[in-house]
Structures are given as structure tokens and as C-alpha cells.
């Protein structure tokens, strides 16, 4: 396969036009030359934060965060003990499918329920993945009870709710750590009274951090803790936007997640737009924080377009009637860029 257009390489996307040679899967070539095709080629996208259990219930009335969060009564946990399991699935699936067709070649999920709960994402992921796709999941579970070990077993970490509302966390982040997984918590969402409590856990991933302050930064940055933001969901919950651009100049890595899918649809580019034109991120550290910066997070490889490395990319067809006349790319897949606008996802 043979790819003419703009193509974004490297982990700086740098733009260059020539044409992506792909065979097996592998990008086997780049090919710097003047061509006539309108395409902008950009890595696939990576969702850093989702709750995709969450598919099962969408747009609910506009009530307080713990009223629609919180465990075990809030909203959307009432909602996952009362839904069927095959529709639980089929919701799932549902949002999977429309990650893909958005540009998503991965994501990083909180996962509740326990073992069932993870059992139930990795049913609608294998409906998904064998219709050949390669959607690659980062399953991150909720503990029931005393079963951290077996949640351990079936996927890649724990995804902890708050550390003020989970008893038993530091026994939690201590069997995580022993078996070498991945430990992620939300922080900072409503408040900053659990952020001191999360990084007493040294965790991989915080998400959110709404309300950290300088201090709260600093040793994200000195101890190489990763951020993720999820700006549409914050927006909507009424708690406030994250301080994107001091996280950035603290030399944290940030990432991007759309969080629940009952607040906000799982589509990178919503919330790309969203953060341009509410928090004026530059473009193309943007596009970084969807790409590879949110793999590299959860120890994955891949985001960037090299040679020798894997063909997952996003192909933007940029003479539709929305993309036409652009005069930077790079802008307008962020700005403005929709569903309708890609050309394929490989």
C-alpha cells in the first residue's frame, strides 16, 4: 500500500510530503517527493482515560459529581448493577467501534466491577477485534472485595476511583506494585483533599488533577508521574478546566482522555477541538498528548510515524468541504477536523 500526502513524523510531527509505502502491517518506507494527493497522515489517536461501562447510560440530568460517580451508589454504579450483561457488551462494543472510526488506535480504561467487570470489556473487545480491527486496549480493573490478586491477573492494572473514598488502597497500590502492573488513580477532580493522598502512592497515571497546585505539580514532574486530562468532562461536571499549560511547563507528560462515555462521546477530536478553543494548547503539543504521549504513558510503543514502525495511522482527506483551503494542517485536524473529514484509520 501507497499513501500520498502531508505526513506527520516522528515524535515532533514533523510534516513532509511524499507518500507512507506500507507492507504487513509495517510502515516499509517514507518517501519525501511532491505529490498531488490532499491527505494529512497522522498517527491514530490514543483515549488515556475512559469508562466505557459507562455506554450503557447516556446524557443524564446535570447533577453533582458524587451524585453521578461516586462509589457504590452513584448514578452510573446503579446503572452497571441493574444492566444485563449482553447489553452491558453490546453497549461497549458500540463505543469501541465509534473510537475507531474517530481515529483511535487504543485506549487506557477504568474498568468497574471487578474480574466480571474486565471479563465483560474483553467479551466486546474480541467482538471487535475480530472483525479486523486492532483496537489495543490498556484494561485497567476495580477490585470487589478482597480480590486484587485475581483483578491483577486479568489485565494490565488497577484504575482507583479517589484515595479518600477507596478503603484499603495502600494495600491495593502494594500488591499492584509486587505484580508489576500498572496503578492509575483519579485525583483531583472536585477538589485537591486527595491529591496529597494519590501521590503518597507513587502511581503511574493520575487523571485529572483539576485543582493541583504548583507543589502538586512539581512532584508529578520530579517523580515522572503521568497526567491525564479530561477537559469536556470536567467542563461538564462543573468542577473547572485543568492547568494544561502549567503541567506542560513544569515538564510533566500529559495526555488526553474523554472519560465517561455518559458525559461526553469517546472522539479524540471533540475533545481536541474542545481544549484549542477553551485553553488555546498549542496545536501541535495537542496532537502529541493524543498520540504517543498517552501510549507512552501506559508502556506502550508506537504513536509515531517511522519507518520500521507499525502502520497505525489516520488518513484526513483535506479537500472535503470543512478541510478545503486549509493553510496549516496541523491546525485544522485539531481545530476543526470531524469524523466525516477522515478518509480511513489503519
Request: some cysteine; hydrophobic content about 40%; overall charge negative.
Amino acid at each position: 500500500m501507497r499513501i500520498g500526502g502531508i505526513i506527520l513524523l516522528g515524535e515532533e510531527l514533523e510534516p513532509v510530503e511524499g507518500y507512507l509505502c506500507i507492507r504487513d502491517n509495517i510502515i516499509e518506507s517514507i518517501e519525501e517527493e511532491r505529490c498531488k494527493e490532499e491527505n494529512l497522515i497522522l498517527p491514530s489517536f490514543f483515549n488515556a482515560h475512559t469508562h466505557l461501562g459507562d455506554s450503557i447510560i447516556k446524557d443524564p440530568p446535570s447533577i453533582g459529581l458524587d451524585e453521578l460517580v461516586k462509589p457504590p451508589n452513584g448514578l452510573k454504579h446503579r446503572a452497571l448493577k441493574s444492566v444485563p450483561r449482553k447489553k452491558l457488551v453490546g453497549a461497549i462494543k458500540d463505543s469501541m467501534e465509534s473510537m475507531i472510526a474517530w481515529g483511535c488506535g487504543g485506549f487506557a480504561d477504568f474498568r468497574e466491577g471487578g474480574v466480571g467487570g474486565v471479563l465483560v470489556l474483553r467479551e466486546a473487545l474480541e467482538w471487535v477485534n475480530g472483525g479486523g480491527k486492532n483496537l489495543v486496549p490498556i484494561i485497567l480493573g476495580r477490585p470487589l472485595a478482597d480480590e486484587v490478586e485475581d483483578v491483577l491477573r486479568v489485565c494490565d492494572g488497577l484504575g482507583i476511583s479517589g484515595y479518600n473514598d477507596t478503603p484499603g488502597v495502600e494495600g491495593w497500590s502494594e500488591t499492584c506494585r509486587k505484580m508489576g502492573k500498572i496503578l492509575s488513580i483519579h485525583a483531583g477532580e472536585k477538589d485537591r483533599s486527595d491529591i496529597d493522598g494519590a501521590l503518597s502512592l507513587e502511581p503511574d497515571v493520575m487523571v485529572h488533577m483539576v485543582h493541583a497546585t504548583d507543589s502538586h505539580l512539581r512532584t508529578c514532574a520530579d517523580e515522572g508521574i503521568n497526567v491525564v486530562v479530561c477537559p469536556r468532562s470536567n467542563m461538564a461536571t462543573g468542577v473547572g478546566l485543568p492547568p494544561i499549560k502549567r503541567m506542560i511547563e513544569m515538564g510533566i507528560d500529559v495526555c488526553i482522555g474523554t472519560d465517561n462515555v455518559m458525559l461526553s462521546s469517546p472522539s479524540l477530536l471533540d475533545e481536541l477541538s474542545f481544549c484549542w478553543y477553551n485553553l488555546h494548547i498549542d496545536e501541535r503539543e495537542l496532537l502529541k498528548m493524543a498520540t504517543w504521549k498517552g501510549r507512552r504513558a501506559f508502556g506502550l510503543d508506537g504513536g509515531v510515524i517511522e519507518e520500521g514502525g507499525k502502520a497505525d495511522v489516520v488518513v484526513v482527506n483535506l479537500d472535503t468541504k470543512n478541510m478545503r483551503n486549509t493553510t496549516d494542517p496541523i491546525r485544522s485536524v485539531v481545530r476543526r477536523c470531524k469524523p466525516e473529514d477522515l478518509r480511513c484509520v489503519l
